[in-house]
C-alpha cells in the first residue's frame, strides 16, 4: 500500500509487473458465498507506465473442498495507459456448489505500474 497515486482515501495498491510471468494479491472471501447469488465486483485502476502485458481484476470460486472451479474465472483487464483512474465492474453469478472466492488484483507479462483503489464486493439483493 502506499500513499501516493490514490483514487480517493489515503492508500492505495501499487503493482509493478515482470516482463515474463505475473505479481498479484489477493484476497479469500470465504463468508456468506452462496451459490446461485449474484455479486457485484467492482474497483478502480490506473497505469502510468507504457506496459505490453495486461493489469486486471480476477475472480475465481471454489468449492467446499477448497477445489477452484476453473471455468468460473472471470477477469477484467487493463491494457493501455492513462494519467486518470478507470473503473471496472462486473456483477456475477456464483456458480451453484461455491462456498468461497477469492478476489485477485494482477499484474502479468509487464515493466509498467498499476494502481489500484477502492475495491468492492456486495452482493446484489
Known amino acids: 500500500m502506499i500513499s501516493q497515486n490514490v483514487r480517493s482515501g489515503n492508500y492505495s495498491l501499487t503493482l509493478t509487473g515482470l516482463t515474463s ?53 472471470v477477469s477484467f483487464g487493463y491494457t493501455q495507459t492513462d494519467t486518470n483512474y478507470v473503473k471496472k465492474a462486473k456483477d456475477v453469478v456464483a456458480p451453484i456448489n461455491a462456498t468461497s472466492a477469492r478476489f485477485d488484483v494482477q499484474a502479468s507479462k509487464t515493466d509498467g505500474t498499476a494502481y489500484f483503489d477502492d475495491f468492492l464486493i456486495n452482493i446484489l439483493e
Open 21 to 73: 510471468g505475473y505479481k498479484k494479491a489477493s484476497q479469500v472471501i470465504s463468508d456468506n458465498i452462496v451459490g446461485g447469488n449474484t455479486y457485484h465486483f467492482e474497483g478502480w485502476i490506473k497505469a502510468t507506465e507504457l506496459n505490453t502485458g495486461k493489469f486486471k481484476f480476477q475472480i475465481r470460486w471454489f468449492d467446499i473442498n477448497g477445489d477452484e472451479i476453473s471455468d468460473s474465472r
